[in-house]
């Protein structure tokens, strides 16, 4: 029986079917719902996290942050990988289903180690974090293998939940097929900013008013719904299959620059016979620059290269001149993107300031509501919220009468006050967390680390909102400037490269705290990070990672004069087509800026 070509799509084909029996609006409310569930659950889970690895563990502040560093590591790494699964093997249905389940298994197995008695040390009330029993291997194995599966699944449902939306909406024969499209990117992205607020104060107010085993399980029943609705939408579907992906392209033309090393490069102005591209390519022969890889292109023996149609035999051995220049774009941002790993560092200090935040008066007003310490995050996404809401349609109109740019500050400059604001904050930082301490000392609490300083915990507002600020500037910069470099069919490598960055951040955040507690703690000293906040000295904790950032805007700046000017006269023409997947694939990573911010992307 002969498949119907509908419900048969393939990903790398220009045309895309769509009927009223597969996918549309229909699918929406199935693959909406299972996103807004999942950040909700996985939000939720992280943001309290380190009181429960202090208060249930009995880890120190230390262990407890480096765990919640390597755990976001891991969970801004695996997506990269899901893309790639998705993209060259499974297709993006398998890949989220599979995300869904994993997840949901591994907030169950954490919300175990809650209701189990046996899942955890015994307590240890009133007792110092040093007097309390260590946990066994056994009980250490289920909490991460807790927290792995839940990177792990998620993996599988960030970096295909938006495009595989989009896939049951795409259909060019459409004349409003683009106004549809948008509204499904407002629709997306306004569920996830619910999703996140939702997750920071209410998932963390049941955890603090109801304990670990509530707190725990909603977020279980949660991810559970969302699996059920996501599978329940599957009969609905497009499903497209995988093609090849762009990592593929970057591996094939690094084999084959190896494998053709023998070969010697032409002079500059050679006969553009010699290097291979596609009929109609406007990219004939390969850049100056890092010429190494234009070997990859070369062809060495036409007979043993080509075949009669004019392809590669064997694209392993021979890539076409846009697969080098596309590996040539990404490696020549990479200085440029190094210099957001220190601002990722500074992002992702937020167990410390919960620890702060605890031990503080975290009344709204004097006698009114009070703040979980888990929920200040809130403020730096109130601020990054409204900056975003305001810079195209307030900050860049005001901008553009003084820089006499049409766009107000240009992408660089965007980026570079970001790490400059970012700086400011971790000072800002330090001074706060001074003055806490030494208030907490002249209340005589030296030796009570749990004692409540006589001081409000909105003091602790303005380094969060100064967070928020730098990830609108540098952050979204950072994205819009990787889509400006690359071609369409890059585009989603810009978010990856972001992703990636947080996830180097995180490692480099655990690396800077375990230096920081030997090293200040040797010969019995109190270190700089102990248990005790009054008795440590996190303000020169902060002061460190403000000295680190100042030296990393000196670092961006020369990355910037290196990299040289970004205008058109520079630019490489790509070959780009109307009309194709190509479009889209633009229009998603477009629309991606609105959520490629660390809050979004931190676990």
Partial sequence: MEKNPCDQIKHGEEEK????????????????????????????????MILYLINEYHMSNAKGANVLFLWSAISNFMPILGAFLSDSFLGRFRVIALGTFVSLLGMSLLWLTAALPQATPPQCNGLATES???PKAAQL?????????MSTGASGIRPCALAFGADQLYNPSNPENKRVLQSFFNWYYASVGLSLMVSITVIV?????????????????????STVMFLLGSPLYIKLMPDKSLFTS????????????????????????????????????????????????????????IDMDGRAINPWNLCTVKQVEELKALIKVLPIWSSGIMIAVSISQHSFQVLQARVMDRHLIPGGLKIPAGSFGVFAMITLTIWVATYDQIIVPLLSKFTKRSRGFSLKERMGIGLAISCVAMAVAAMVESKRRATAIRQGLGDEPHGMVHMSAMWLVPQYSLIGLAEGLNAIGQIEFYYSQFPKS??????????????????????????????????????????????????????ILTILSVINVFYYLICCWDFGSSDNKNKIVWDEEE????ELELELGDRAKGVASPIVFTH
């Fill in 17 to 48: 079917h769509l009927t009223t029996k597969l996918g549309g609006l229909k699918t929406l409310a199935f693959v909406i719902s299972t996103e807004t569930f999942e950040k909700v659950a996985s939000f939720g889970l992280h943001a309290n």
């Fill in 132 to 134: 309390c029993a260590s």
């Fill in 141 to 149: 194995a289920l909490l991460f293998s807790s927290l792995a599966l």
């Fill in 205 to 225: 107010y049941i955890q603090d008013a109801a304990g670990w085993v509530i707190g725990f399980g909603v977020p279980a029943g949660l991810m559970f719904l």
């Fill in 250 to 305: 970057f591996a094939q033309v690094m084999v084959a620059a190896w494998q053709n090393k023998h070969l010697a490069l032409p002079p500059m102005e050679s006969d553009p016979g010699i290097w291979y591209y596609h009929k109609g390519s406007k990219l004939i022969a390969p850049t100056q620059k890092l010429r190494f890889l234009n070997k990859a292109c070369m062809i060495g023996n036409p007979e043993k290269d």
């Fill in 490 to 543: 890059m585009a989603s490598i810009g978010v990856a490269l972001f992703a990636l960055g947080m996830a180097v951040g995180n490692l480099v955040s655990s690396l800077i705290v375990g230096t920081v507690d030997k090293l200040t703690s040797k010969g019995g000293k109190q270190s700089w990070v102990s248990n005790n906040l009054n008795m440590g000295h996190y303000d020169y904790y902060y002061w």
């Fill in 579 to 582: 009309g194709t997947e190509d």
